[in-house]
């Protein structure tokens, strides 16, 4: 079993930022990505940038630029931080960890509002 456990969530005017982490724990392979996907209201949700163990990223194109991800292999956490954050960012954000199977956080909501 895997368990990932999202913080860093909250309300940011435009143009600001935040972080969010995300910490996986349980059975953790080696070999994995570990990811960020949102969901906004009436929306599916979509990838927003991920990582694998040996460090490729990949970015949704509305984010290039605006957020990193970063992740630390040793304690199993992966990061995203957002910069020049827009009101289109606001969505509910999900930790992801694919090892074959796929796990989810529960979600932490981003609100970019004035």
């Known amino acids: 079993q895997v368990q990932l456990v999202e913080s860093g969530g909250g309300l940011v005017q435009p143009g600001g930022s935040l972080r969010l982490s995300c910490a996986a724990s349980g059975s953790i392979r080696s070999f994995n990505v570990m990811s960020w996907y949102r969901q906004a209201p009436g929306k599916q949700r979509a990838l927003v940038a991920g990582?694998?163990?040996?460090?490729?990223?990949n970015y949704a194109d509305s984010v290039k630029g605006r957020f990193t991800i970063a992740r630390n292999n040793a304690k199993n956490t992966v990061f995203l931080q957002m910069n020049t954050l827009k009101p289109e960012d606001t969505a509910v954000y999900y930790c992801?960890?694919?090892?074959?199977?796929?796990?989810w956080g529960q979600g932490t909501q981003v609100t970019v509002s004035s």
């Open positions: 992801n960890l694919n090892q074959g199977n796929d796990y």
């Open positions: 990582m694998a163990h040996n460090g490729l990223t």
